[in-house]
């Protein structure tokens, strides 16, 4: 199982940018999606995590409103939309999968499988 991430990169305050996952060697459709990030000095978070069928989401109080996730089964990926970023954005932002309530991956990060992370850096 790989999941590879790529997006991430410096941007200002306020921008937006795009985050995707590509997994392979895997039946995404079992799985739930979450997408955590980790600043230095600071715990993992869980920031967004979607269900298999993607008709459910959750999403971090930190983060509601300017982030956005989306699931594509069929290509085997998932997208995060990150809009108005702030400085405390700034982390590596990891993808994960695992067969477990969505609440649950993003609060408790036990995922099954993790992806490599992605540098996202928020700064004027």
């Known amino acids: 199982v790989q999941l590879q991430a790529s997006g991430g990169g410096l941007v200002q305050p306020g921008d937006s940018l795009r985050l995707s996952c590509a997994a392979s060697?895997?039946?995404?459709?079992?799985?739930?999606i979450g997408w955590f990030r980790q600043a230095p000095g600071k715990e993992r978070e869980g920031v967004s995590c979607?269900?298999?069928?993607?008709?459910?989401?959750y999403y971090a109080d930190s983060v509601k409103g300017r982030f956005t996730v989306f699931r594509d089964n069929s290509k085997k990926t998932t997208t995060l939309l990150m809009a108005n970023l702030e400085p405390e954005d700034t982390a590596v932002y990891y993808c994960?999968?695992?067969?477990?309530?969505?609440?649950?991956?993003?609060?408790?990060?036990?995922?099954?499988?993790w992806g490599q992370g992605t540098q996202v850096t928020v700064s004027s």
């Open positions: 994960a999968v695992g067969r477990i309530m969505i609440d649950r991956l993003c609060t408790t990060s036990r995922a099954d499988y």
């Open positions: 060697g895997i039946i995404l459709d079992y799985y739930a």
């Open positions: 979607i269900d298999s069928t993607a008709s459910s989401t």
